[in-house]
């Protein structure tokens, strides 16, 4: 069974401050790792899409990943109110010529002004 | 950037009766479509992959008799729900992914969803 986990929180942060949300796998033949932010009742959006171990930034957002440890990271500095959401780390393993993905739970994220 | 819709974004329909839900790529012929649904509160479920002109690959618990996907084009994806019980009523989302011009990396982007309520 390929895992994928993420404490569902929520996790509530100030306005302004570091929100970071972590990920676990349990696949190491996974090559693709993503963040997504789903609005509620909205469907996911990407965020980030890294590929191999460090740190990706983008704006506000910062992926990290490391693959010795199976983990993947999302931190979103200076958090607005409208980054509240839930936030899907996937992760994706090549099989057969396509890209299977795998989804985590979701963390909600709340940041209050 | 890359751009999926999906059609119809609401649908209620009495028990029993089959519904169908259109994944339609606007901006890119994508390699792989998916299929998901996800109940409230819950993460998303992948229910099956299909690629263009080939059966769909259903994941382990969905019944393929029962959500009937059809990939009749690189830019269409079609998921029927038949006989639809009020079980079935879920938020059913598509994605394509789309192997990008750099790097020859897959990215997934997901369609706005198809809110299904079976009464």
């Known amino acids: 069974q390929k895992e994928v986990e993420q404490n569902s929180g929520p996790l509530s942060v100030p306005e302004g401050a570091i929100a970071s949300l972590n990920c676990t796998y349990s696949?190491?033949?996974?090559?693709?790792f993503f963040w997504y932010r789903q609005y509620s009742g909205k469907s996911p959006e990407l965020i980030m899409s890294?590929?191999?171990?460090g740190d990706k930034e983008d704006g506000r957002f910062t992926a990290q990943l490391n693959k010795a440890s199976q983990y993947v990271s999302l931190l979103i500095r200076d958090s607005q109110p409208s980054d509240s959401a839930t936030y899907l780390c996937?992760?994706?393993?090549?099989?057969?010529?396509?890209?299977?993905?795998?989804f985590g739970r979701g963390t909600s994220l709340i940041v209050h002004p | 950037g890359a751009v999926v819709s999906q059609h119809p974004s609401w649908v209620i329909c009495k028990s029993g009766t089959s519904v169908k839900i259109e994944c339609r790529s606007l901006?890119?012929?994508?390699?792989?479509m998916f299929w998901y649904r996800q109940f409230p509160k819950q993460s998303l479920m992948l229910m099956a992959t299909?690629?263009?002109?080939?059966?769909?690959?259903?994941e382990q618990g969905v019944e393929k008799d029962k959500f009937l996907i059809n990939h009749a084009s690189l830019t269409l994806s079609t998921l029927t729900v038949t006989s639809a019980h009020p079980e079935d009523s879920s938020f059913y989302i598509c994605?394509?992914?789309?192997?990008?011009?750099?790097?020859?990396?897959?990215?997934?982007?997901f369609g706005p969803g198809t809110r299904l309520l079976v009464l």
């Open positions: 994605s394509e992914s789309y192997l990008g011009l750099a790097g020859g990396q897959e990215t997934q982007y």
């Open positions: 696949d190491r033949g996974s090559q693709s």
């Open positions: 299909s690629n263009e002109g080939s059966k769909a690959t259903y």
């Open positions: 996937a992760v994706e393993r090549e099989s057969g010529g396509s890209y299977i993905p795998t």
């Open positions: 890294i590929y191999s171990n």
């Open positions: 901006d890119f012929q994508a390699t792989t």
